[in-house]
């Protein structure tokens, strides 16, 4: 009888052991998933980072020329006073003299400039859908429209777009950037397994007309979702004008 109890003792023992490293082995894999995860989210930090200073590159630079071609029209509009003497100019279209002309002079357009991102998982996405982008970061000269997600072309010239987008779950979703219903690029994100996030991202140098409509628009979709958070902006869309 007392052989049967310790038997019994060591079973019992045996299975709470058991037990025991189930539970150790979930939290392990959970804890494997979770460091998959935050490594996933400073991947995804760290090229919204380097989006951030591609832009800010490309704004420089376009200032650096609009700068420059501030100069030219200042040389060019001394060199016609100087030639023209005793001549008004004036500021509207008047007629001078009688002929009906007047000397016309070239306005250089205000830049244009904007980044706008989701602040939270978007559901509700549906093919041919444009997907709205509600808060900015920049939206210089206000060419972009925050309630219907369209960037409405201010001036001639050429542009740069990039956009993003994010899934969570093993779903795609395509989204391509459009310019007056022709799509120009596209992105996907369609991540390999639940809880995994992937990121789509696509950009394009555009030359573009003063008002032309310029969107991103859902296609091609598996799921209704794309994920982002307050302060983790994966689905973004910018624009701006290079010169």
């Given at each position: 009888?007392?052989?049967?109890?310790?038997?019994?003792?060591?079973?019992?023992?045996?299975?709470?052991?058991?037990?025991?490293?189930?539970?150790?082995?979930?939290?392990?894999?959970?804890?494997?998933?979770?460091?998959?995860?935050v490594s996933r989210m400073e991947e995804l930090e760290n090229r919204v980072?380097?989006?951030?200073?591609?832009?800010?590159?490309?704004?420089?630079?376009?200032?650096?020329?609009?700068?420059t071609?501030?100069?030219?029209?200042?040389?060019?509009?001394?060199?016609?006073?100087?030639?023209?003497?005793?001549?008004?100019?004036?500021k509207n279209n008047n007629?001078?003299?009688?002929?009906?002309?007047?000397?016309r002079r070239d306005v250089i357009p205000d830049h244009a400039a904007f980044t706008a991102y989701i602040d939270h998982s978007l559901t509700g996405i549906f093919n041919e859908m444009i997907i709205r982008f509600p808060?900015?970061?920049?939206?210089?000269?206000?060419?972009?429209?925050?309630?219907?997600?369209?960037?409405?072309?201010?001036?001639d010239g050429t542009y740069l777009f990039i956009f993003s987008i994010v899934r969570f779950h093993?779903?795609?979703?395509?989204?391509?950037?459009?310019?007056?219903?022709?799509?120009?690029?596209?992105?996907?994100?369609?991540?390999?397994?639940?809880?995994?996030e992937h990121q789509g991202t696509n950009a394009a140098i555009l030359r573009?007309?003063?008002?032309?409509s310029v969107w991103v628009e859902a296609y091609h979709v598996e799921a209704e979702t794309l994920f982002s958070l307050p302060n983790e902006r994966y689905c973004t869309f910018s624009g701006v004008l290079l010169y």
């Open positions: 009888m007392e052989h049967t109890n310790d038997s019994n003792g060591l079973y019992d023992m045996a299975k709470e052991m058991a037990l025991k490293i189930k539970l150790l082995e979930e939290r392990v894999s959970q804890a494997l998933k979770l460091e998959a995860k980072v380097e989006q951030g200073r591609i832009i800010k590159q490309l704004l420089d630079h376009a200032k650096r020329c609009e700068a071609d501030l100069k030219v029209t200042e040389s060019n509009a001394i060199s016609v006073s100087e030639n023209v003497t005793a001549t008004p100019i004036v007629n001078l003299n009688g002929s009906g002309r007047g000397i808060t900015t970061l920049l939206n210089d000269g206000n060419a972009y429209n925050i309630h219907t997600g369209i960037f409405t072309v201010p001036t093993p779903t795609q979703l395509v989204a391509k950037l459009v310019v007056d219903n022709s799509g120009k690029v596209d992105a996907i994100a369609d991540p390999a397994h639940d809880g995994n573009l007309q003063k008002g032309q």
